[in-house]
Each structure stands twice: as structure tokens, then as C-alpha cells.
Nanobody, 128 residues
């Protein structure tokens, strides 16, 4: 079993920056990839970014490319999401997710069904 604890959310003005953290505990040796998703009111949970535990594979949603960076620190069992040049449309609840199943060639890992463990989410609000 894996537990995920998120931190770093808050209120920020447009153009500002924020860094989210997700610390994993429990059976962390089973983690193959971690990702970030977000959900705005009245909308589906959408993919933001993902990273393999090796760090060799990363993928971003088109809406955040060039502004967000995902990274991981295996020694600390932590994944980060650095968010720069924030826009009001970035507002939402951000969720951290972990996958325990092996990765397969050709997989994008952009679906909620690709992950097995979830954090409770952290609020991010961007004002204009």
C-alpha cells in the first residue's frame, strides 16, 4: 500500500509561481510512475504531467508545456510540480497519483485509470 501526501497549494496572482510537493510512503519500492492531475469545478479531472520513477520519461499536457516542470527525488520518495507563469485557468484541485503496475512501451499514462493510488488533493487558486 502507498500513501501520498500533497503540499504547496495556495492562492497566487496571475504570472506568479507555485511549487507542489507529493511525498510517498509505504511500499514506495513498487512505484513505477507518478503523475499530477487537476480538476476545476464542473469539469472532469484532467491530466497535467507524469514522470517515470527513473526520470527518463516525462509527459505534459499541451496547456502547461513550457510553464510547468515535473521532477522527482527518489531518495526522498517525493515528486514535485514547479508551476510558473500561472494563469487563472490553472485554478483547480491538484491531485498526486502513483502507479504500481509495470510500464509498457507506447503507454502515455495520461488517464486516471493508469494510476493506482491518489492523494487527497491540494487547492490552487490563480487570480487575475
Amino acid at each position: 500500500q502507498v500513501q501520498l501526501v500533497e503540499s504547496g497549494g495556495g492562492l497566487v496572482q496571475a504570472g506568479g509561481s507555485l511549487r507542489l510537493s507529493c511525498a510517498a510512503s509505504g511500499r514506495t519500492s513498487s512505484i513505477e510512475a507518478m503523475g499530477w492531475f487537476r480538476q476545476a469545478p464542473g469539469k472532469e479531472r484532467e491530466f497535467v504531467a507524469t514522470i517515470s520513477w527513473s526520470g527518463r520519461y516525462t509527459r505534459y499536457a499541451d496547456s502547461v508545456k513550457g510553464r510547468f516542470t515535473i521532477s522527482r527525488d527518489n531518495a526522498k520518495n517525493t515528486v514535485y510540480l514547479q508551476m510558473n507563469s500561472l494563469k487563472p485557468e490553472d485554478t483547480g484541485v491538484y491531485y498526486c497519483a502513483a502507479r504500481r503496475r509495470p510500464l509498457f512501451s507506447g503507454g502515455a499514462y495520461t488517464s486516471t485509470y493508469d494510476y493506482d493510488y491518489w492523494g487527497q488533493g491540494t487547492q490552487v487558486a490563480v487570480s487575475s
